[in-house]
């Protein structure tokens, strides 16, 4: 166990073997611990690593097992003898800690680690930073259920992601989030059909001239009788329940349609739409994309598909002929969250991209971390030596506004200038931040500039 109330870890060398067990030995090995006559405290911890490669090592190509190698044998350092972790995947690990005095020992053992994997280090002859999130989940507070306590693990771990401590412990209250797993996929079948869901769209403005260029396509729903489900759980109910692509359908002529509505009152903006990794297996997608920009008159040139970095690679050579025929149509395409994945320099100049969106992982602390600033400074001019557009996600303050501008950021997107906003609000919204500029600029606007 971790921390400095607890015992240190041991001393001798501890080989992988002793702590490290298969999916199936770490779930009997949790069950083993529950299910005891005079069971401790005993913590669930999944932890998932967000990849960074920073500076030069953004061109390098680093294999998973030599990553996987340097965590296994920082966690064989860390743990106690009675600790046991497994890999669930490449990116994601769980890790049972039994015999516990309390649960703040569960959170000392996730700040321990989280601070350990924080450390830059180097994989074949690249340097590395990993950015893992935990989510806690202990028994007996929440049951002796070990496939409910990894599941409330999970939750945990996908809350984290999105806090400043990295961390998350499962309570009660988070438990809509549990509902992916019990009965929302049906409501949300039903209220696709029904059209019941919102698209809301978030601005885009050009650094330099302060205009709004382009809008993000971001999907709302709030169950009858229920709170607002988060994007991220919503997007996991319907991957969960088959209903990926049809949503994915549902939100591209949804966003089409408004933007027809923009562009017929004047509002001259392109949108971007999220495409999930699914969709690119579709071999009849071009022609779906197609026919909808065809229903609503919407020019090829105004859409932009967004797709994830490290999910393309996954299958690298059929999604590539994928893009290629999408880029055929005439649209855009973003690689979203870059930085967060495997690319090397080789495959971003096979990629028929025309735009690359800094994730808001490396613009949150680019004030305070020196790695993030001269990440996203390697980043902006990695995509101008493409000829690429630069996004930044998450921007919320002007000082984080002036530097993205000394760094050549082209696009940003955020609070600073709006939340995600209903297509009424953004006509609204788009109307007063064009007086806005007329007034401070004391001139006419160009809106194409």
Not at 312 to 320: A, N, R, V
């Amino acid at each position: 166990m971790i921390g400095h109330s607890l015992p240190p870890p041991h001393q001798s060398s501890i080989s992988a073997r002793q702590h490290q067990l298969t999916h199936n030995q770490l779930v009997n090995f949790l069950r083993f611990e529950i299910n005891k006559a005079e069971a401790s405290a005993t913590a669930v911890l999944i932890m998932k690593l967000r990849r960074a490669k920073r500076l030069d090592a953004i061109i390098g190509d680093i294999s998973t097992q030599s990553i996987n190698h340097y965590t296994n044998q920082l966690l064989d350092n860390l743990l106690r003898d009675a600790d046991h972790y497994a890999h669930f995947s490449d990116d994601q690990i769980c890790l049972v800690l039994p015999n516990l005095a309390n649960n703040a020992q569960s959170i000392l053992a996730a700040i321990k680690i989280l601070s350990e994997l924080h450390k830059p280090f180097i994989a074949d002859d690249y340097p590395v930073m990993l950015r893992p999130h935990i989510g806690i989940a202990n028994f007996p507070e929440l049951g002796s259920d070990a496939s409910q306590l990894l599941m409330y693990a999970d939750i945990a771990s996908d809350i984290a992601a999105t806090n400043e401590q990295g961390y998350h412990v499962y309570q009660p209250e988070d438990h809509i989030k549990t509902e992916i797993y019990s009965g929302l996929d049906i409501e949300l079948g039903k209220a696709i059909k029904a059209n019941e869901l919102h698209v809301h769209y978030q601005p885009q403005i050009n650094i330099q001239t302060g205009r709004c260029l382009s809008i993000e396509a971001l999907i709302r729903w709030t169950p009858p009788g229920q709170r607002v489900i988060s994007p991220a759980t919503l997007i996991s109910i319907a991957e969960n329940a088959g209903l990926i692509n049809t949503l994915t359908l549902w939100i591209l002529n949804t966003a089409l349609r408004h933007t027809a509505t923009f562009l017929k009152t004047g509002i001259d903006v392109s949108i971007s739409v999220n495409l999930p990794p699914k969709m690119l297996k579709d071999k009849e997608l071009p022609q779906i994309v197609q026919q909808a920009l065809d229903i609503w008159e919407v020019p090829a040139s105004q859409l932009t598909l967004e797709i994830t970095e490290s999910l393309i690679i996954d299958d690298f050579e059929s999604s590539l002929t994928m893009l290629l025929r999408l880029r055929e149509l005439g649209i855009r395409l973003s690689l979203d969250d870059f930085g967060t994945g495997y690319s090397s320099l080789a495959y971003l100049k096979r990629f028929p991209v025309q735009e690359l969106k800094i994730d808001i992982l490396f613009i949150r602390n680019i004030h305070n971390s020196r790695e993030d600033t001269n990440l996203v400074r390697t980043i902006i001019d990695l995509a101008k030596n493409f000829n690429l557009t630069t996004v930044a996600e998450g921007v919320e303050d002007q000082e984080t506004f002036n530097l993205l501008r000394d760094l050549g950021c082209d696009l940003v997107q955020g609070f600073l200038y709006s939340h995600a906003l209903s297509d009424t609000d953004f006509i609204n919204w788009y109307h007063q931040h064009i007086s806005a500029l007329h007034t401070s600029l004391g001139t006419s606007i160009n809106p194409k500039s």
